[in-house]
């Protein structure tokens, strides 16, 4: 089992950068596969960035060059590193760890909210 506990979330101007963390505790994350995703409001949530072990990372179209997604296996942290924000980023942003690799996901964190100003 896997808790996952989000923070970095926070409130910034268009073209701002954040940096979300999201910690987890209990097993390791190194071979799960992460993801980060959001859900802003009145929308569905959508996937934004996934990472699988040594694999080229998976990012959604709307968020390519400006967000990366990274691990470090020692801490058990997934990071989310977000550059030039822009007001369609605001969301509440949440990590979520799939130990199976099938799309389950089935342990997510609470959140962190994102509100990116113009």
């Known amino acids: 089992q896997v808790s996952l506990m989000e923070s970095g979330g926070g409130s910034v101007q268009t073209g701002g950068s954040l940096r979300l963390s999201c910690v987890a505790s209990?097993?390791?994350?190194?071979?799960?596969?992460m993801g980060w995703f959001r859900q802003a409001p009145g929308k569905e949530r959508e996937g934004v960035a996934y990472?699988?072990?040594?694999?080229?990372?998976w990012y959604h179209d709307s968020v390519k060059g400006r967000f990366t997604i990274s691990q470090d296996n020692d801490k058990n942290i997934l990071y989310l590193q977000m550059n030039d924000l822009k007001p369609e980023d605001t969301a509440v942003y949440y990590c979520?760890?799939?130990?199976?690799?099938?799309?389950?996901?089935?342990?997510w964190g609470q959140g962190t909210r994102v509100t990116v100003s113009s």
């Open positions: 990472i699988y072990q040594r694999k080229m990372p």
């Open positions: 979520a760890a799939d130990p199976s690799a099938t799309f389950d996901w089935p342990h």
């Open positions: 209990g097993d390791s994350i190194s071979t799960f596969f």
